[in-house]
């Protein structure tokens, strides 16, 4: 019976600390707010629309450079992480560019790689959808998506009620 009572005490025991992925987290963020043990610089190029200052657009200037992790990005974003694992070039590189990309999207982007917190705006959100299908975050795609229904429906709703106004009104 003694041995039976003490069998209860063998193997292992698998615990799981709730608050680890969390604190993780958190000390990922701190880490690249104060810029250490990043291993890649990433650079953004957004691509100027036509119509700046002379006619001209600014094509090759780095808009922003941010110090990253290639272990965050790669495990928050499939492109990141074919980037980094699939033996291309950039794999190698200690400085990739990203084109197309603005660099408040990019900022936005990677502050959510190391959060899973997204800001999105009316004045963002067009770019950030389109920086987050290319770079493949589906949840900021998502979001985005809905933030822009949501708006449109909003507007849908206000605007049908002006224009019923302006129809009931006599032309002068």
Known sequence: MAAAALSCFTGPEVLEDVNHAQGLMRELKMLYDCRLLGDVTIGVEHEEE??????????G???????CSRNVLAAASPY?????TGGLNESMQERVVIRGVDAESMSVIIDYCYTGRVTITESNVQRLYAAA?????????????????????????CGGTEIRRHLRQPRA
Do not use: H, V, W
């Open 61 to 67: 200037d780095i808009d922003q450079l941010f110090l």
């Open 133 to 157: 299908n290319m770079l493949q975050l589906e949840y900021i795609r998502k979001a985005c998506s809905s933030f822009m229904a949501r708006r449109l429906d909003c507007l849908q709703l």
């Open 50 to 59: 036509e119509g700046s200052l002379e006619g001209e657009t600014s094509r």
């Open 80 to 84: 990141f992480k074919s980037m980094f």
